[in-house]
DNA sequence: TCGCCATAGATGCGAATTACATCCAATTGC
DNA sequence: GCAATTGGATGTAATTCGCATCTATGGCGA
């Protein structure tokens, strides 16, 4: 199953699911969700991540759990071990200053990105302007 | 030298350079460019690119050559030798409707990750909007 | 009490991607 | 002749991805 191979809106075309998880995109996700929601566990975290996700992929439980590990290695998460509730034992994550910085800084690259990628979009809309502005005038 | 670590701004920060070369935001801008400036060869390419791309980093030439091939195996582009100038052959790529078609659909998909993440800047800036309101209000 | 399911965390692993280095060939300048 | 430049292409170790799998706890029904 190669990436770029989207198996859910199936075959060639490019879509975002086919850019995989992009752990550097999980990244700021998880991170955002901490700060808003607080400190949580990793399985919870699989749920509200998925309302905040830059492409329409899925975010791998793998991944999630593994982007934790990384985020704790670097400080910018914490971690403790729940173990009152019914149930196996819960990893509760939470924020660190250091982490509210790495988002800010996350937030300053994707919107450079994302201007990146709107002004590309304008260039090839009107990549066939000229030529089709002679018959065409004031079509969209 | 891990990924994620950018040896160009140097250190731990996010930046585009650490995010790779992602052969998926290499292969819209070869098409623009084709579409643009016309047939072309690689070398050449890989020069009139780095005006267009998407992230900071620069696009590697491995990247460059092996994605132009799998262009031209999915039928987006086509290649022929150009053996009349002084030099080494040339291997002149040209779009081809498909690839046309297919620098579209990647605007669209390019549109809306664009939109995410400006919506998800959106929301990291508001975040200790509530908090701070009380002290600092006006302040952007 | 045994088996089964849901929750929860974590790892294994083949395939894909990256980043960089290297190789090959032809031409120009010296 | 030979180094430097232009051009194309591949090799490869490290890393990431996607999916499957493993472990463990507790609830619940038979």
């Known amino acids: 199953m ?44 699989g749920g509200n991540l998925q309302n905040h996700t830059l492409t329409d992929a899925e975010i791998d439980r793998g991944a999630l759990y593994r982007t934790l590990q990384r ?24 924020i660190t200053q250091s982490g509210k910085d790495h988002l800010r800084e996350w937030a300053a690259v994707l919107n450079n990105l994302s201007q990146s990628m709107e002004s590309f979009v304008r260039d090839v809309k009107s990549l066939g302007k000229v030529a089709s502005d002679a018959t065409t005038a004031g079509v969209n």
């Not at 901490?34 to 975290?45: D, Q, S, V």
């Not at 998460?77 to 994550?93: C, M």
């Open 2 to 45: 190669p990436r770029g191979h989207c198996h859910r809106h199936g075959g060639e075309r490019p879509c975002t699911c086919a850019m995989g998880n992009l752990y550097r995109f999980v990244e700021p996700v998880v991170l955002y969700v901490l700060e808003h929601n607080g400190p949580t566990y990793g399985y919870e975290l």
């Open 71 to 94: 985020l704790e290695t670097m400080g910018h998460v914490t971690s403790d071990w729940d173990t009152s509730g019914s149930g196996p034992a819960r990893h509760i994550y939470s």
